[in-house]
């Protein structure tokens, strides 16, 4: 099968430019700059006029919810939601029920995920105080790394014994992605919060139980101990300008070779606290959304390499799970379907360049990571790609929302750009508001 894409702006490894990707099968057989029509024999012609054409998301950081918990979400809507979104590859978190931290487990989950995904797949292994002697019978080639809670979260997997936390990262070949907060402060600020406010503190004080000095001191002791142990971590969701602080700033063309390297979320860089009166737990999520000068910090280290890699932690619940305040709502929100749309958003405004936005979402996860054949517009490369269409207004309401949960914060906000189309190894996943589900995705290989 051979499609071509033709009158659109491809935008790939920091140029923007007019050309016509050519697609055999599964793969990019050729790229041709300018506008010119190649004289080659096609079974489908895409028009992208008017459309940027950008190298398919990869999300590092998602929670799909599957095997276990799939009243909220499942691996099949979830992938629908990221195909409606642009994200053709993600890589999902272990606290699901079973949590992913035997071998048994994780085979569980890329057999259910082989039926049923409608994009790429794979899965973080999680850490715990006393599977380390597991972590050398994992396949460096099926999985991006392990997970690791060093904060209380969704999932009851914390890990904040230091002995274990020693072993933790000097055992680990692959990466660790940890979740940095501190427990026992911010179990000591609920505890002030509620002696003032009740026992279920308004949502607005979130940011202050799971507070800057929560996430600093976790942040720097991981930090610390990557150092220490010579490990390669990757820090997911920084919320505060302080954590930037223990972060160097990181290069496009040194991201793989860095060994301490950091993750932004679409939330923390579009949020503040402002935000709380009109949306309420809808934004509520572990770490807290902080306030403006935190957000402003975090928007400027992706800018300068401090922060590399931007994802969503996407996490659906119900939204009667979500009622309530601090003590008693439900932390996450699901983002995925709109992650890049509202990057966007950001692009219009000028807080990043289109091609600095594909760096942060498609490249650098594919760098860091080190995906094979994915993330980059290249010849040989799987043909995972998104088209999306500038000045084009539309209301996020209700019934476009795929994910499982059916709710999402951007509810009734209007966007600007609209994804048009979306392919899968070659194949049209999205396309015109319509999920094809019959395409299935591939498990992501690394390394």
Request: with cysteine.
């Amino acid at each position: 099968m051979r499609t071509i894409i033709q009158g659109g702006t491809i935008v790939n490894e920091g140029k923007a430019f007019d050309g016509t990707i050519i697609i055999e099968d599964e793969k990019i057989k050729e790229i041709v700059t300018g506008n010119v029509n190649p004289e080659v024999s096609t079974d489908t012609v895409i028009d992208a006029s008017g459309c940027f054409v950008l190298p398919g998301v990869i999300d590092d950081h998602v929670h799909f919810r599957e095997p276990g918990l799939t009243e909220k979400a499942d691996i099949e809507s979830e992938s629908k939601a990221a195909a409606a979104g642009g994200v053709t590859t993600y890589f999902d978190m272990p606290n699901t029920v079973p949590q992913t931290t035997t071998l048994e487990a994780l085979e569980e989950k890329f057999r259910l995920a082989a039926g049923k995904s409608h994009v790429n797949y794979s899965f973080f292994f999680g850490a715990t105080n006393d599977n380390v002697a597991l972590f050398d019978q994992l396949d460096e080639h099926r999985i991006p790394g392990i997970k690791l809670f060093m904060g209380s979260s969704t999932g009851n997997m914390l890990v904040d014994r230091r002995a274990s936390l020693e072993r933790i990262f000097a055992s680990a070949r692959l990466p660790i992605m940890t979740h940095c907060e501190d427990t026992e402060i911010i179990n000591r600020n609920m505890a002030a919060a509620k002696q003032q406010y009740g026992e279920d503190p308004k949502v607005e004080h979130h940011p202050e139980i799971r507070s800057e000095e929560a996430c600093y001191e976790s942040t720097r002791l991981a930090v610390e101990l990557a150092k220490k142990y010579d490990a390669r971590l990757h820090v997911a969701h920084l919320t505060t300008a302080r954590e930037l602080e223990l972060f160097d700033k990181c290069s496009m063309f040194n991201v793989q070779c860095s060994m301490i390297t950091a993750e932004a979320t679409v939330s923390h860089l579009y949020f503040s606290d402002r935000d709380y009166a009109a949306l309420g737990t809808r934004i509520k999520c572990n770490p807290a959304i902080k306030t403006e000068r935190d957000r402003e910090a975090l928007q400027q280290a992706a800018n300068d390499g401090r922060i590399t890699v931007v994802g969503t932690d996407h996490a659906p619940h119900l939204l009667s799970q979500k009622e309530g305040g601090c003590a008693c709502a439900a932390s996450g929100m699901p983002m995925i379907q709109f992650s890049l749309v509202t990057m966007l958003e950001l692009v219009d405004k000028g807080v990043f360049s289109l091609e600095r936005l594909v760096e942060l979402m498609c490249h650098n996860p594919a760098r860091l990571f080190e995906v094979r054949q994915r993330g980059f517009i290249r010849e040989g490369y799987q043909a995972d790609l998104v088209l999306v269409r500038p000045h084009t207004s539309w209301v996020c309401t209700k019934d476009v929302i795929l994910s499982k949960c059916g709710w999402s914060p951007m509810e009734g906000h209007m966007f600007l750009w609209r994804v048009e189309q979306t392919l899968c190894n070659g194949h049209t996943v999205y396309r015109n508001g319509e999920v094809d589900t019959d395409n299935i995705g591939q498990p992501v290989m690394f390394r």
